[in-house]
C-alpha cells in the first residue's frame, strides 16, 4: 500500500522564511547591540490575528507596508507574531502583526527581500486576486523600486518554488 500523501515543501519553506523575519526582528529589537534596521514590512490587514485600528484598515484594505528605521516603539517578538507602535499622522497606533500574515520583507541595509505566498485571511476578497490599491502598493513594495542603485539586490520568492 503507498502513502499518497505528499510533504508539503512549499509550506515548509514558507515558514522558514518567517522564521527569518522573525529572527532578524529579535535582534532589532535588542536596540543597543541591534544592527542598523532599515526593514519594510508589507502584510494583508485582513488576515487572522491582525490587530490594528479601523481607520487603518479602512485606508490600507488589503495590504499595508510599514518601515521600521528610525521611529518605532515596544517592538516585541513572539513566537507567531510581533507587536510595535508607529506613528501614523502624528498619532501613535499599537500594531499586531502575526507572521502568517506577512506578504513581503526588505531589509534595505543589505539588500535582502522575501516574498510570502500564503497569507490565511478571514476576509473572502483579499484571498482573491486583490484590488487594484493592493496591488499598487505591492508594486512600490519591489525591492527594484526601494533602491535602483543597488543591482545586486537578494530576493527571494517563494513562486519559485511553486509547482506549475
Given at each position: 500500500m503507498m502513502n499518497t500523501d505528499k510533504i508539503d515543501y512549499e509550506e515548509l519553506v514558507d515558514g522558514a522564511l518567517r522564521t527569518v523575519v522573525r529572527e532578524a526582528l529579535k535582534q532589532v529589537a535588542k536596540r543597543d547591540s541591534a544592527p542598523q534596521a532599515h526593514l519594510y514590512i508589507s502584510f494583508n490587514t485582513f488576515a487572522d490575528g491582525v490587530e490594528l485600528s479601523q481607520l487603518l484598515r479602512e485606508q490600507f484594505p488589503g495590504e499595508m507596508t510599514i518601515v521600521l528605521q528610525n521611529q518605532f516603539w515596544n517592538l516585541q517578538i513572539a513566537e507567531d507574531h510581533f507587536c510595535v507602535t508607529l506613528n501614523f499622522n502624528k498619532i501613535p497606533s499599537d500594531l499586531i502583526i502575526p507572521f502568517s500574515a506577512l506578504t513581503g520583507f526588505v531589509d534595505k541595509h543589505t539588500?535582502?527581500?522575501?516574498?510570502?505566498?500564503?497569507?490565511?485571511?478571514?476576509?473572502?476578497?483579499?484571498?482573491s486576486d486583490g484590488g487594484r490599491k493592493q496591488n499598487d502598493i505591492h508594486e512600490n513594495f519591489s525591492p527594484e523600486k526601494l533602491d535602483q542603485t543597488k543591482p545586486e539586490t537578494k530576493v527571494v520568492a517563494l513562486d519559485t518554488f511553486r509547482k506549475r
Open positions: 539588500s535582502f527581500s522575501l516574498q510570502f505566498g500564503k497569507v490565511s485571511s478571514s476576509n473572502p476578497i483579499e484571498q
